[in-house]
């Protein structure tokens, strides 16, 4: 992409955690559409982002074509992070899920190709991996649950838009993408999260709660450094067909193991455990070998460090010290 052209990038779930973080390192160098039903809104924390003059703010939902159809007039480049995730939505209203992230991304690719569009990128999950992914690189076979756990919905679902992604692509000419996240966190994450939920708990004082023994394993991965991975994507020649396992299996640790680094870092609160309702995902660390190769992508911010950060974003949510 040439770094001097103001071509326009469609973010839909833009006024979301990554969204709002892609919007600010993107909003420089082209004009950015955010498109979001607002039911999580990040956007609010973000005022200079609202007002920038080369972002347009646009409420729409998925599910709803023409909504799409205006908010994707112009645009070259679409990134597709819109979606019903967080463990809880999978449990209470799996119809919902999967109709936003199936039906939703074939709205929105039939859009892509009824309008041109050059490059898209989809936003998948480490979830496609299942209950035990430990170094999976892009090949890795998928592992998703039995279809009679909902709690498998949403992994489901994201698998089918990777599918309907990269076939939309190489059927309609475009460059299509995608990028498997792995436990991404950072300022501004309102949705579910085992950090976010630490750092907000720690914030307002209250104990950090573990579901469950506290002993699943997540590789940690902060905001920017996904950020900085998926702008290097839109720079290289050959994306169309890629897709990209995004996370740092630098930063390993246990759930209970995390607890006990927020509450360190906050300067020490009490740690509660709760009984696990729901299915168990033991291990989720990716292999970012292909990353490293084609995007040159190093992850940069440590785990003490990116929760020094968080924790710092929600103590300034509530006015505390």
């Known amino acids: ?39 999580r809104d ?4 973000v005022p200079l982002l609202r007002s920038h003059p080369d972002v347009r703010v646009v409420n729409g939902d998925v599910l709803d074509e023409a909504s799409i159809a205006g908010a994707m007039e112009g645009a070259s480049t679409v990134l597709h992070l819109a979606a019903i995730a967080g463990v809880s ?17 074939v709205n929105v690719l039939e859009e892509c190709a009824r309008q041109g569009i050059r490059t898209f990128v989809d936003f998948s999950t480490s979830e496609i991996f299942g209950s035990m992914a430990l170094f999976v690189d892009e090949t890795s076979p998928s592992g998703i649950g039995p279809s009679c756990d909902r709690r498998w919905s949403y992994a489901t679902s994201k698998l089918a838009s990777e599918q309907f992604a990269l076939r939309y692509g190489e059927q309609h000419g475009f460059a299509a993408a995608v990028v498997r996240p792995f436990n991404i966190y950072g300022p ?9 939920n630490f750092c907000g708990a720690a914030a307002r004082g209250e104990p ?9 394993l997540r590789a940690w991965c902060y905001v920017s450094d996904l950020v900085d991975a998926v702008v290097a994507m839109l720079d290289i020649d050959d994306l169309a067909g890629q897709s990209f396992n995004l996370g740092n299996p630098a930063e390993v640790e246990t759930t209970i ?6 509450a360190r870092l906050a ?10 309702a729901g299915t168990d995902v033991r291990a989720r660390v990716p292999d970012i070998t292909r990353a490293r190769q084609l995007l040159a992508f190093e992850p940069r911010v440590g785990l003490d460090e ?12 509530e006015g505390s010290p």
């Open 1 to 39: 992409m040439n770094q001097h052209s103001k071509e326009t990038i469609l973010i839909t779930g833009g006024a979301g955690f990554i969204g709002t973080h892609l919007a600010e390192r993107l909003c420089d160098r082209a004009n950015i559409v955010l498109f979001d039903n607002f039911r």
């Open 188 to 196: 501004r994450q309102t949705g579910e999260g085992a950090i976010s």
């Open 257 to 262: 193991g995390l607890a006990r680094r927020v």
């Open 208 to 216: 950090l709660r573990v579901i469950g023994e506290g002993t699943s």
């Open 267 to 276: 300067g020490g609160t009490e740690i509660e455990f709760k009984e696990e």
């Open 306 to 317: 990116g929760i020094e950060r968080t924790l710092a974003w929600f103590r300034e949510q």
């Open 89 to 105: 939505s999978y449990y209470t209203d799996p119809v919902r899920t999967l109709r936003v992230n199936v039906l939703g991304t």
């Open 42 to 45: 990040s956007l609010s924390a």
